[in-house]
């Protein structure tokens, strides 16, 4: 069993959540980065291509996972941009994907076109994307009985 990287965040909540010492804790992450095991624009870089890669998230969503690790916002705004980068990402291509996977690919009533704006919103895609994809759900009136 492998354990998962960690940011500098991460590991210092989970070390003082097993009692030990600030000092402790700090001595401890600073041998780590001084060793190179401990290194969070590695992390931030490595985690957003992989979330991207997944399919899963747009460029907006891997960063709000980026900030839920700690990390600052110049290593967000770098990571996301290197692995958008890096990947060749296309996010109508992934959001497309995400739509086909949820049964959503072509979204015909205005529930149905709202749902699958909500879902890619809700993953960090752009409003030029959903709209590009879905139109604008906001202009329908939803049915009475739907």
């Known amino acids: 069993m492998s354990a998962r990287a960690r940011s500098r965040r991460e590991l210092a909540a989970r070390l003082a959540r097993k009692g030990f010492a600030a000092v402790e804790v700090a001595a401890a992450l600073d041998r780590l980065a001084d060793l190179g095991y401990l290194d969070d624009r590695k992390f931030a870089s490595d ?6 890669q997944s399919g899963r998230l747009g460029p907006a969503g891997v960063g709000a996972r980026l900030r839920a690790h700690g990390l600052t916002e110049a290593q967000v705004q770098a990571a996301v941009t290197g ?11 992934a959001a497309q994907a995400l739509l086909d996977k949820r049964g959503l690919s072509a979204p015909r009533s205005a529930k149905q076109k709202g749902r699958a704006a909500r879902l890619l919103k809700s993953r960090g895609f752009s409003d030029d994307v959903v709209e590009r994809l879905v139109g604008d759900p ?9």
């Open 47 to 52: 985690r957003a291509q992989s979330l991207l």
């Open 83 to 93: 692995a958008v980068e890096s990947v060749s990402y296309d996010a109508r291509a």
């Open 138 to 146: 906001s202009l329908e009136t939803l049915p009475e009985d739907d």
